[in-house]
């Protein structure tokens, strides 16, 4: 086990050996190199910046840039989509959908909290 960096100890083995249908993790967290843009929690994405989608011919995605971008943080409520039901995230449903919110950024205090107590490595140059 790699000792320079925190490692998550989520066991996952009964949902990797068939015992069991889901894992045992409920958000799943989101970043465009350290920047955390993003929490999945059950069927639902909210997204706290604007992403670019990464392009076909490579390269991952990127923050968006420009007047009027997200290179800050997205005014207002963060979107929210249902990827089950709309997998293309064409509709924000964060207003009808704001209880979302409570356990996405309880998942986020967890994450900061774990790097306090573990900072995560420099990045490499």
Do not use: C
């Not at 045992?24 to 604007?50: H, I, P």
């Not at 990127?62 to 929210?80: D, F, N, R, T």
């Not at 989509?81 to 986020?108: Q, R, S």
């Amino acid at each position: 086990m790699p000792n320079d960096r925190p490692i998550d100890v989520v066991d996952q083995t009964d949902l990797l050996l068939g015992t069991s249908n889901t894992g045992g993790r409920d958000a799943l967290l989101t970043f465009v190199g350290s920047d955390l843009v993003a929490v999945r929690w059950k069927e639902f994405r909210v997204y706290f910046v604007d992403v670019a989608p990464g392009r076909s011919g490579g390269g991952g995605a990127s923050l968006l840039e420009g007047i009027g971008s997200s290179a800050a943080p997205m005014k207002g409520y963060p979107k929210v989509f249902n990827i089950e039901a709309d997998p293309h995230e064409d509709y924000n449903i964060g207003e009808i959908y704001n209880f979302v919110l409570g356990p996405v950024l309880h998942a986020v205090g967890e994450y900061k909290a774990s790097v306090a107590r573990n900072p995560n490595p420099p990045a490499p140059t």
